[in-house]
């Protein structure tokens, strides 16, 4: 049910930034109070906490983000709190960056790889791989030693896999079956 709720609260936030032509900054804004919230999980814990009421809540979100983002997007938390809803900010802001991608032909790929990419490497995977989508690609890279070598990049449902560590599984995969023909 939270996916539901977070959907529709996401969409109207998103409607709202289309109409005011604040998308980038309604998308700056969310993501660094989603941000803050994960740095902070106390500060959630605050912010959804039944017993604390939702005046104060409101009063401390003021204080914090206040001068920090735009006032529609502050309300907007606000009524979160009001609706009892705040504790969907993190699926609501995974919404809303869905939608703005879409809108702006962004995909998100994941990259794990097995050492350090340099800049040039990343230049040329994220070069490569916009021209493979024809879209702009925003990459998201992480650091993998067990990889041994190579990457791994998802793209949504899609896989690709070139590490060491899928290519010696095919290697034996292949020697298993042959080994079975030969029996």
């Known amino acids: 049910m939270a996916g539901i ?12 930034a ?19 919230l994960k740095a902070y999980p106390d500060f959630m814990r ?3 906490h039944p017993k604390i009421h939702k005046e104060e809540k409101k009063q401390t979100l003021t204080s914090v983000f206040g001068s920090e983002v735009d ?5 907007f938390a606000k009524l979160l709190i009001d609706k009892s809803r705040f504790q969907n900010f993190h699926d609501i802001t995974r919404e809303f960056v869905k939608q703005y991608n879409e809108v702006h032909n962004i995909e998100v790929a994941y990259v794990r790889s097995a050492k350090k990419l340099d800049d ?12 493979k989508l024809s879209k702009t690609v925003e990459l998201k ?12 990049i998802k793209i949504n449902d899609m896989v690709l ?16 079956s042959e080994s079975v023909q030969e029996s």
């Not at 709720?5 to 709202?16: G, H, I, P, R």
């Not at 309604?26 to 941000?35: P, T």
């Not at 006032?71 to 309300?75: A, D, E, G, R």
């Not at 040039?120 to 021209?131: F, H, Q, V």
């Open 5 to 16: 709720a977070a959907k529709s609260y996401s969409d109207a936030l998103f409607a709202l």
């Open 18 to 36: 289309q109409e005011e032509q604040k998308l980038d900054v309604f998308k700056a804004d969310v993501c660094m109070i989603d941000e803050q």
């Open 46 to 48: 605050v912010l959804t």
């Open 71 to 75: 006032h529609m997007v502050l309300n």
């Open 120 to 131: 040039a490497e990343i230049s040329r995977l994220k070069s490569m791989l916009e021209k």
């Open 141 to 152: 890279i992480q650091e993998d030693p067990d990889l041994l070598a190579g990457l791994r």
């Open 161 to 176: 896999d070139n590490t060491a560590r899928s290519r010696m599984d095919n290697l034996k995969q292949l020697a298993q």
